[in-house]
Nanobody, 121 residues
């Protein structure tokens, strides 16, 4: 089994910054994509940013230029720096990882419990 433990999040004023981090642990052979999604009240979960194992990065258009994702493969962590936060960034942020648990297994999707980010205007 694999666990994704998120940290960070909280309440911040518009224009402020927050840092989220996620650490994967457990039965891990390697991790393919790793990143963050979010879900605002009444809306579907959407991709915020993700990093492939090779380091390719994709951002949602709404966060480009404001959010920065990185990945530390040795620690299996994926920090997300969020700057110039807007009220529309409010939501629950979920860590996601595509994990291969051993040499004979296909990749599986794992999700963290989610961490609340609230941006007050």
């Amino acid at each position: 089994q694999v666990q994704l433990k998120e940290s960070g999040g909280g309440l911040v004023q518009a224009g402020g910054s927050l840092r989220l981090s996620c650490a994967a642990s457990g039965s891990i052979f390697n991790i393919r994509d790793m990143g963050w999604h979010r879900q605002a009240p009444g809306k579907k979960r959407e991709l915020v940013a993700r990093v492939t194992a090779g380091g390719d990065i994709k951002y949602a258009d709404s966060v480009k230029g404001r959010f920065t994702i990185s990945r530390h493969n040795a620690e299996n962590t994926v920090p997300l720096e969020m700057n110039s936060l807007k009220s529309e960034d409010t939501g629950i942020y979920y860590c996601h990882a595509q994990v291969v648990e051993d040499l004979w297994s296909a990749a599986k999707d794992y999700w963290g419990q989610g961490t609340q980010v609230t941006v007050s205007s």
